[in-house]
């Protein structure tokens, strides 16, 4: 399995952006995909989440700026982030798992994108 992560960029607070994952080459394209991020110098922490049937997770830091959605259709996952923050500043990271559920821990997810960097300025 792969997956592209794409729509990183720099930002001003209070801006909105983007990001999407395709993922290729899975077998039933029914497993959970979801957000990771890693802020330099720290550890990378969940964002955000959503298993094939629906069920969705975000981090407390995200809840009600951003929105992860799942076009199950074309295996991809998007983050719409809204007001961004300098502290959302991060590499961005789709991960998927082989499993339905959504997860927030990371160990729960075999397979990773490469990652793709987001810059808020205040």
């Known amino acids: 399995v792969q997956l592209q992560a794409s729509g990183g960029g720099p930002v001003q607070a209070g801006g909105s952006l983007r990001l999407s994952c395709k993922a290729s080459?899975?077998?039933?394209?029914?497993?959970?995909l979801g957000w990771f991020r890693q802020a330099p110098g720290k550890e990378r922490e969940f964002v955000a989440a959503k298993s094939w049937s629906g069920t969705t997770l975000y981090a407390d830091s995200v809840k009600g700026r951003f929105t992860i959605a799942r076009d199950s259709d074309k295996n991809m996952v998007n983050l719409t982030m809204n007001n961004l923050k300098p502290e959302d500043t991060a590499v961005y990271y789709c991960?998927?798992?082989?499993?339905?559920?959504?997860?927030?821990?990371?160990?729960?997810?075999?397979?990773w994108g490469q990652g793709t960097q987001v810059t808020v300025s205040s």
């Open positions: 991960a998927g798992r082989t499993t339905i559920r959504a997860s927030q821990y990371q160990a729960h997810y075999q397979f």
């Open positions: 080459g899975r077998a039933d394209g029914r497993g959970a």
